[in-house]
């Protein structure tokens, strides 16, 4: 996994999430959650989830910490691009309910993206 800062103006910075986002790779987060944490002072955060195919509890987890500090601070934090498994486990834990969430619609994710096995079993 790989998380990208990219700093698209005074307002907003966007994390992007490259690879699973899984337990080994929560822990690789979070010294840029941290970073963004004390660092940085956009008023605004996204997280960009177009390239994640995969996100389990620890992800999740990543993410919530990340906004709950955020809220803390009076700064905002939405998810966008979210598709497949990942928003499925976001829908299931109505992680948009508290957190702005943004995802992919599901025409245009079946245009853009081969089926995975296990949507093809089913």
């Known amino acids: 996994m790989e998380l990208r800062k990219i700093d ?5 910075l966007t994390l992007t999430v490259i690879g699973d986002f899984d337990a080994s790779s929560s822990k690789q987060a979070q010294i840029t959650i941290d970073d ?11 997280i960009d989830l177009e390239h994640v195919e995969f996100l389990d ?13 955020l809220v ?23 992680i948009g309910q508290a957190i702005p969430l943004n995802s ?17 079993t089913h």
Request: a negative charge; zero cysteines.
């Open 8 to 12: 698209t103006n005074e307002q907003l």
């Open 36 to 46: 963004v944490l004390s660092n940085d002072h956009h008023p605004e955060i996204e």
């Open 57 to 69: 509890s620890s992800g999740i987890g990543a993410i919530v910490y990340l906004y709950k500090r």
């Open 72 to 94: 803390e601070t009076d700064r905002a934090m939405r998810i966008e691009h979210a598709h497949g498994q990942p928003l499925k486990m976001m829908n299931l834990l109505r």
């Open 104 to 120: 992919v619609s599901e025409t245009t994710e079946s245009k853009t993206r081969e089926p995975h096995m296990a949507e093809l």
